[in-house]
């Protein structure tokens, strides 16, 4: 109840005990008011520790409001500890640490840093270009008709409608074996990988090997996990798989078949067969990450590897590249034998993936909005590639532009000794480029060694309209 004696224009007069509150005490909030302000006051240390408020009917009188608003101030302010009241002392400041702060004189040292303009990270699709208002419609949708079980925690696996969605969309767009319940949900590939490398654990697998080139990320992952990564080489025609047959204690194999990541191959027909083969006489498992399989600019995509044998390949894909990784969805399609063991690994209940986005991305996938944002972003990113590739015929013609038309980057061949100096060189420009020899990986008495290859990873599909010709132009700036 607002006090009659409020001047609710100009607020109370100051208090006589001379901390200035700067109230404007009126309307409903007055009791909120006051104790807002008189927190500031502590919190800023014009009310210091130890000092003494004044009694409760005291200040309610210098600031015109009632006594009861003063006590209700005093009290909550009390409860959260920044005012102490005992019978026979009055209500005081609280004393309190104060927290620590660095001198003014010795800042905290930061290491020069350029600035990055140009999202040329690898692996980053075009954010700008996120279908919000389509994505919208679909959560509408979604939420609207969604039981109320659904906001439970769920089946381990992910919500059914969003299996049933992927299954028939993998089917039809990668060539993919998806029953609905052979499919889990998880957070992205890493949250897939995790899980497998758990399971593979459990089954007493040593190790998974990996290509050559790729994510230190997911080696790391899977060492981590107590398996050793052995390398296999990378070349023109995708992973060798006959080195595969030299490896001992090898349960698994990591591989990226429909485009090698990052040197942008693809693995060979008789390849992909001796894969399979492989799988089928020592019993193990080829786990596929199709990253970016959609993207194919020169011909149709090819079919996922896990066509050829469901029951020894374990496939995973996400939204990461066609959507944005933002959204935080993935899924694993798994042999039939798999899914206990993975559902045992995540757990009984869906902690890990919100029900409402995948109600949201299964709405998406059925009403055909995933489809046509695929179509779209495939023309647009074949567009960045083309200029890319014509942008640098004319002004860098001793550049060569390597591996399929697909995905969302590219590797341009650079003169031997160069790639350091040319990484450098264009973080100084505000380019986020990265040289081939970072996603290098190989471990001695492999039997090989990797090529000395300088090489760019160039992201073409990140930057805004905006900044694409800017990057474009920094990009050749750079280039030797």
């Not at 998974?208 to 390398?231: C, I, K, M, Q, S």
């Not at 786990?287 to 020169?298: N, S, V």
């Not at 341009?412 to 100084?428: C, F, H, K």
């Amino acid at each position: 109840m607002t006090d009659s004696r409020t001047n609710s224009a100009t607020g109370p007069p100051p208090p006589a005990f001379g901390a200035d509150l700067h109230l404007e005490l009126h309307g409903p909030r007055l009791r909120a008011g006051l104790t807002d302000a008189l927190r500031e006051a502590v919190r800023t240390g014009r009310l210091t520790p130890g000092s003494r408020l004044p009694a409760s009917r005291s200040l309610a009188a210098d600031l015109g409001v009632s006594r009861n608003t003063v006590v209700e101030a005093y009290a909550e302010l009390v409860a959260e500890g920044w005012l102490t009241a005992q019978q026979g002392s009055g209500t005081r400041v609280a004393t309190r640490a104060e927290p620590h702060r660095a001198a003014p004189d010795a800042p905290r040292a930061r290491p020069d840093e350029p600035r990055l303009r140009y999202g040329q990270w690898t692996g980053a699709p075009d954010l700008a270009t996120f279908p919000r208002s389509q994505w919208l419609t679909s959560a509408r949708r979604a939420l609207t008709v969604a039981p109320h079980d659904a906001l439970g925690y769920g089946d381990a696996r992910g919500r059914t409608e969003l299996r049933t969605a992927l299954a028939d969309y993998l089917a039809r767009a990668r060539g993919v074996y998806a029953e609905p319940e052979r499919i889990v949900i998880c957070s992205g590939f890493h949250h897939g990988l995790a899980l497998m490398a758990q399971a593979l654990r459990v089954r007493r697998v040593r190790g998974v090997a990996v290509e050559a080139y790729g994510l230190g990320l997911f080696r790391d992952l899977l060492a981590n996990a107590g398996l050793h990564t052995p390398p296999l080489y990378v070349d023109d025609h995708g992973v060798r798989i006959d080195d595969l047959a030299r490896l001992r204690d090898v349960g698994a194999v990591l591989m990226t078949p429909a485009h090698q990541y990052p040197t942008g191959v693809a693995l060979r027909p008789e390849r992909r067969t001796a894969a399979v083969e492989w799988a089928r006489a020592t019993g193990g498992l080829i786990l596929e990450d199709d990253y970016d399989g959609e993207f194919r600019y020169d011909r149709q995509p090819v079919g996922a590897l896990q066509g050829l044998d469901p029951e020894r390949v374990v496939y995973f894909g996400s939204v990461s590249k066609s959507l944005a990784p933002g959204v935080r969805l993935g899924w694993m399609v798994l042999p039939e034998e798999l899914v206990p063991e993975i559902v045992e690994a995540k757990g009984h209940g869906d902690y890990m993936t919100s029900a409402l986005e995948q109600l949201t991305l299964a709405e998406f996938i059925a009403s055909g909005a995933y489809d046509r944002h695929v179509r779209s972003m495939r023309l647009r990113y074949r567009r960045r590639r083309d200029e890319l590739v014509e942008v640098l015929r004319r002004r860098a013609p001793g550049i060569r532009v390597v591996g399929m038309a697909a995905g969302l980057q590219t590797v341009l061949e650079l003169p031997r000794g160069t790639e350091s100096s040319v990484v450098q060189e264009a973080a100084r420009q505000g380019l986020a480029v990265r040289g081939l020899t970072q996603f290098g990986y190989e471990v001695q008495d492999c039997g090989w060694q990797l090529p000395e290859r300088d090489a760019l990873v160039v992201n073409y599909a990140a930057p805004s309209d905006s900044a694409w010709a800017g990057a474009l132009d920094a990009l050749c700036k750079v280039l030797p």
